[in-house]
Every structure is written in structure tokens, then in C-alpha cells.
């Protein structure tokens, strides 16, 4: 516990919160301008007159924000520490390098997370009141539409997380924060546009894509606990 704790005071973790906040909100009000679309635009898009297409156009736009929100921590985190001046300290740690690696990863991964599902399921509960307020009534999508918002709440966490690390892997073999973050942006113009194809079995695609980047996360981030574990400063 000390190890998170001094990575928590070490970070200053309220300042990614706020920025998570900020995700957020603009996720939100672009959702709110989506159901006004949907109820007084003059083409009825599935994707705006329906909660499922709402909720797919939420959670496709909380993955890529999110994605990117984990590759911006982890550029600065993990990329910036271990292929900067700071790496010769960390090394000097009497804690084992892959140690203070999953503490680091565990972190961004739990805060992204956390975030990520927090900030979806806020996002339609104000969606659904602004919907009841103004008396716009998008198409029902089933019986189990609240239990498939809360699975695919916790996936949009989890494709988050995974895309941070890939991203976060091919950052610092090419040493460098700019191609983290850019590694991200380009993973998250595939990944949320598969999810907002599919609103109807939104939660079958993202868990295929969860297990897919899961399986790619799982390799990449074996060959960065593996590289940092040989790294020489």
C-alpha cells in the first residue's frame, strides 16, 4: 500500500480526475445535443432515436476519450520515468522494477476504470432525466436495457484501460510521450466506431473487442515488464 500511496502523492492524481470530470461533461452535452437531434431532426437516425443508439454513441465516445485519457497518464507515469533522466532513481529503489511497474499500471488502469464507468452511467442517468424533463421519448430497447448499460459501463473501463497500454507499450520503444498518445488516437478511431456500428448488440461487441485488446494488452505489456526488467541506465 505504501508503494500506491506514495505514486498517488507522487502524480497529484486530482489533477486526472478533473480532466476525467471534464470527459465527462463534454460527453454528456454532446449526448444531450443527440437526443434533441434525435427527437426534433428531420431524418430519424437509429442512432439518435433509439436508447440503445444512444447509449452506443455515449459509451463509443467515452472508450476513445477515455483510451486517450490512459495514454496521457501512462505517457507520463511510465514513458516519461523510465526513458528519462528519472529512470537511474526508480532503479535505485529497493523494490524490484516489475514491482514498482504494476503498481504504476494497476493505477492508471484502476483510475481509468473507475472513471471511465463512473462517469458513463452519470452520463444516461441525466441523458434518461433530461429525456423525462423535456418529454422526449427515444424508441425502448428491452426488458434488460439497465442491465446491459451497467456491463457495458464496465467495459467501457476496461477497452479504456486496454487501449492506454497498448499505447503505452509502443510509447516507450519508441521513447517517446508524443507517440504514446498518438498510438492511442489511432487505436481509438477503430474501436469506438465498431462499438457505435453495433447499438443493438453493443454489449456482445464490446466484449469481443474487450477480449481481443485484452489479449494484445496482455502481450505488449509482457514485453514492457520484461524490457524495463533488462533496461541499463
Known sequence: MKLYELELMKIRVSTYLRAAAGICACVLALGITCLFLGMYGQEKELLLTTWSGLYALESALTVGCFGVFAAVFAAKVIVDEYCGK?????????????????????????IT???AFAGNMADMGILYLVSRVFGIS??????????????????????????????????????????TIVSAVILVCFVPNLIASQPEIIGWTML?????????????RHMLTDGIEEMEV
Do not use: C, N
Not at 469481443?208 to 505488449?220: E, Q
Open 138 to 179: 427515444p424508441d425502448k430497447s428491452g426488458r434488460y436495457f439497465v442491465i446491459q448499460v451497467l456491463l457495458s459501463s464496465l467495459l467501457t473501463g476496461v477497452l479504456s484501460a486496454e487501449i492506454g497500454t497498448i499505447a503505452t507499450v509502443i510509447g516507450w520503444k519508441k521513447r517517446s510521450m508524443t507517440v
Open 113 to 115: 476504470m473507475a472513471a
Open 86 to 110: 528519472k529512470a537511474m532513481l526508480l532503479f535505485t529503489y529497493p523494490v524490484s522494477r516489475k514491482r514498482i511497474l504494476h503498481v504504476k499500471s494497476r493505477m492508471i488502469a484502476g
Open 208 to 220: 469481443l473487442a474487450a477480449l481481443l485488446l485484452g489479449m494484445a494488452a496482455g502481450l505488449t
